[in-house]
């Protein structure tokens, strides 16, 4: 499975971003996707994943109430609608997914950053 991700940029504290993962390949196989974040000098972390069967959703306590993780099987397509960012959000934010093919892997995309200015 590829991932691909977009919609990070720059965004002023309370503002909102959008980001997107396409997913390609064996498709089939995803049993969850998920976003990860990475600032600097800090070690990565699970912002908030989704299965694809149920849509089971769960986050990070640092996101709740603030972040929304999506998908469209359909499309293979996964979102993480950000709103009221913060200047702690600020990362490089990686697009994962979870499946079985052969073997469990986990899968992930090359990472978009988000800067959130105070």
């Known amino acids: 499975v590829q991932l691909v991700e977009s919609g990070g940029g720059l965004v002023q504290a309370g503002g909102s971003l959008r980001l997107s993962c396409a997913a390609s390949g064996s498709t089939f196989s995803i049993n969850a996707m998920g976003w990860s974040r990475q600032a600097p000098g800090k070690q990565r972390e699970l912002v908030a994943r989704i299965t694809t069967a149920s849509g089971s959703r769960n986050y990070a306590d640092s996101v709740k109430g603030r972040f929304t993780i999506s998908r469209d099987n359909a499309k293979n397509m996964m979102y993480l609608q950000m709103d009221s960012l913060k200047p702690e959000d600020t990362a490089v934010y990686y697009c994962?997914?979870?499946?079985?093919?052969?073997?469990?892997?986990?899968?992930w995309g090359q990472g978009t950053q988000v800067t959130v200015s105070s």
């Open positions: 994962f997914a979870e499946g079985y093919y052969y073997s469990n892997y986990q899968s």
